[in-house]
T-cell receptor, first 114, second 112 residues
Framework: EAQVTQNPRYLITVTGKKLTVTCSQN?????MSWYRQDPGLGLRQIYY???????DKGDVPEGYKVSRKEKRNFPLILESPSPNQTSLYFC?????????????FGNGTRLTVT | QKEVEQNSGPLSVPEGAIASLNCTYS??????FFWYRQYSGKSPELIMS????GDKEDGRFTAQLNKASQYVSLLIRDSQPSDSATYLC????????????FGGGTRVLVKP
């Protein structure tokens, strides 16, 4: 089944404790992206990757890191999480960045930082 | 800052009626527009895309685009309780590699 898989689904952590949220897609998609969703603010892009070893900042990259060493994986790293990073996170992928390439979203990771 | 604005709702609609959702965007460079449906606690799923002025119909859904007014709308005909969800409007900027900017979403509640 074609899908984008995120793990974990739920994560509660404390301020400053490094964490990684994994994202993997099995559709051979070139483009992958991370979003955070907060009430009333919609989906905001954190980082994106056009292909292996090609990553770039989105609209809200502060406090996050990503890597794209393999085409299928695009982990999101929070080196020192803070409470303002409490949010619902989505990984998404698409064939490319063409207009007609729909985004496929993962099931989301609800992160709470205390 | 490019913005996509939606009324947060909730938009309460009787079953069988037409739900009308509106979205405005600030960037005149936006050339592609999308409506995503998101059930509570779930991930967004694409339901409609529209690129040209006018109407586009797909089943019970009709998307309308007016680039001069920077306005996109979604009509849901014969609304069903299963249509109760949050609907996200998104605009794509070709100059920025079709990067999507999302609105905050409109919550729709269809009452039996």
């Amino acid at each position: 089944e074609a899908q984008v898989t995120q793990n974990p689904r739920y994560l509660i952590t404390v301020t400053g404790k490094k964490l990684t949220v994994t994202c993997s897609q099995n559709m051979n998609h070139e483009y992958m992206s991370w979003y955070r969703q907060d009430p009333g603010l919609g989906l905001r892009q954190i980082y994106y990757s056009m292909n292996v070893e090609v990553t770039d900042k989105g609209d809200v990259p502060e406090g996050y890191k990503v890597s794209r060493k393999e085409k299928r994986n695009f982990p999101l790293i929070l080196e020192s999480p803070s409470p303002n990073q409490t949010s619902l996170y989505f990984c998404a992928s698409s064939i490319d960045r063409g207009r007609d390439s729909p985004l496929h979203f993962g099931n989301g990771t609800r992160l709470t930082v205390t | 800052q490019k913005e996509v604005e939606q009324n947060s709702g909730p938009l309460s609609v009787p079953e069988g009626a037409i739900a009308s959702l509106n979205c405005t965007y600030s960037d005149r460079g936006s050339q592609s527009f999308f409506w995503y449906r998101q059930y509570s606690g779930k991930s967004p799923e694409l339901i409609m895309s529209i690129y040209s002025n006018g109407d586009k119909e797909d089943g019970r859904f009709t998307a309308q685009l007016n680039k001069a007014s920077q306005y996109v709308s979604l009509l849901i005909r014969d609304s069903q309780p299963s249509d109760s969800a949050t609907y996200l409007c998104a605009a794509g900027d070709k100059a920025a590699g079709n990067k999507l900017t999302f609105g905050g979403g409109t919550r729709v509640l269809v009452k039996p």
